[in-house]
């Protein structure tokens, strides 16, 4: 059974930084690929961030050098970190899963609409960037 796990959110103002977490239970397969999601209030489901088994990682534009994907993979946790944090990146903030699933196949069709691609999903964790 995959389960995935976000924590980390929390209340900051802007220009702070966070850290988030995805603790992840999951059978090991040989690919896949994981990735950060966020949702805005009112607004679609965005991809933010995403890494494939191998290590390379894609960024959308709107975050790309203000966060940074890493993992430990004994552990199975996936990290964001947050830095220079926006009110618009205020949202809900998932981590997904997809085993067989390949970056390239993300590049392919934009991380900001690779949410399709993913069938497994955390409960989210919410982020919120205010004065």
């Known amino acids: 059974q995959v389960r995935l796990v976000e924590s980390g959110g929390d209340s900051v103002q802007p220009g702070g930084s966070l850290r988030l977490s995805c603790a992840a239970s999951l059978y090991d397969y040989d690919t896949y690929s994981m990735g950060w999601f966020r949702q805005a209030p009112g607004k679609e489901r965005e991809g933010i961030a995403a890494?494939?088994?191998?290590?390379?990682?894609i960024y959308a534009n709107s975050v790309k050098g203000r966060f940074t994907l890493s993992r430990d993979s004994r552990k199975k946790i996936l990290y964001l970190q947050l830095n220079r944090l926006k009110p618009e990146d205020t949202g809900m903030y998932s981590c997904a899963y997809q085993p067989k699933l390949r970056l390239f196949t993300i590049s392919a069709l934009g991380i900001e609409k690779a949410d399709r691609l993913f069938g497994f999903w955390g409960q989210g964790t919410r982020v919120t960037v205010s004065s």
């Open positions: 890494i494939d088994e191998g290590g390379p990682t």
